[in-house]
Nanobody, 128 residues
Framework: QVQLVESGGGLVQAGGSLRLSCAAS????????MGWFRQAPGKEREFVAAISMSGGSTYYADSVKGRFTISRDNAKNTVYLQTNSLKPEDTAVYYC?????????????????????WGQGTQVTVSS
């Protein structure tokens, strides 16, 4: 199993940016699709973004499309989430996740595999 540690969260004003990082260890990082999820107080955890093993394919929740960018550096065993134009409703604990497998391709789209390993989370708070 892969171990995941998130960092980069914090307090930011609306319209600002944060870059979240997730460092992985324990197994071959490049054999996992990676994803970011978030959970706001009183709400269920929701999907944010995912990236394929090679980094060539990505998938985003509609709520963050055009504002967030997921990327990975397989040489550094790290996945990133660049968050721009942040809104108060983006406030949540952000979790990194790893999923074994290539996911599913449908037409020109890619859908991530099931995620089975999770980090402890990093808090993002956006003030209005």
């Amino acid at each position: 199993q892969v171990q995941l540690v998130e960092s980069g969260g914090g307090l930011v004003q609306a319209g600002g940016s944060l870059r979240l990082s997730c460092a992985a260890s324990g197994r071959i990082f490049s054999s996992y699709a990676m994803g970011w999820f978030r959970q706001a107080p009183g709400k269920e955890r929701e999907f944010v973004a995912a990236i394929s093993m090679s980094g060539g394919s990505t998938y985003y929740a509609d709520s963050v499309k055009g504002r967030f960018t997921i990327s990975r550096d397989n040489a550094k065993n790290t996945v990133y989430l660049q968050t721009n134009s942040l809104k108060p409703e983006d406030t949540a604990v952000y979790y990194c996740a790893a999923g074994a497998g290539q996911g599913v391709r449908g037409g020109s789209s890619w859908y991530p595999p099931r995620f089975g390993s999770w980090g402890q989370g990093t808090q993002v708070t956006v003030s209005s």
